[in-house]
């Protein structure tokens, strides 16, 4: 069973920097269309970034020219540095996995991911 495990969330000032990290349990995940998620109580889950598997990204208007999405293949880690924070920044982070495909969409949207981390919790003030 695959698991995905966030990691490097936490409270920043605004205008600071966070670096948030997924590995898969199994190894070959990020060979799969990735992304990172963020959520606030009562608004939707909004799709923050994708990468798939040919390297090609695909931003959120709200974080583009702030944030970057990476991966490492060998190292099957997902990355999300984030730059510039604002506390409108402040969510739980989710990183997912669409085992089914490389490629990513043009949209990020939830239904269309199958493998999710648990979050983590990203603070700005």
């Known amino acids: 069973h695959v698991q995905l495990v966030e990691s490097g969330g936490g409270s920043v000032q605004a205008g600071g920097s966070l670096r948030l990290s997924c590995t898969a349990s199994?190894?070959?995940?990020?060979?799969?269309?990735v992304a990172w998620f963020r959520q606030v109580p009562g608004k939707e889950r909004e799709g923050v970034a994708s990468?798939?598997?040919?390297?090609?990204?695909r931003y959120a208007d709200s974080v583009k020219g702030r944030f970057t999405i990476s991966k490492d293949n060998a190292k099957d880690t997902l990355y999300l540095q984030m730059d510039s924070l604002t506390p409108e920044d402040t969510a739980i982070y989710y990183c997912?996995?669409?085992?089914?495909?490389?490629?990513?969409?043009?949209?990020?949207?939830?239904?269309?991911?199958?493998?999710w981390g648990r979050g983590t919790q990203v603070t700005v003030s």
């Open positions: 199994k190894l070959g995940y990020m060979k799969y269309c």
């Open positions: 997912a996995a669409e085992p089914s495909r490389g490629p990513c969409w043009r949209e990020t949207r939830s239904k269309d991911f199958g493998t």
């Open positions: 990468i798939a598997n040919d390297g090609t990204e």
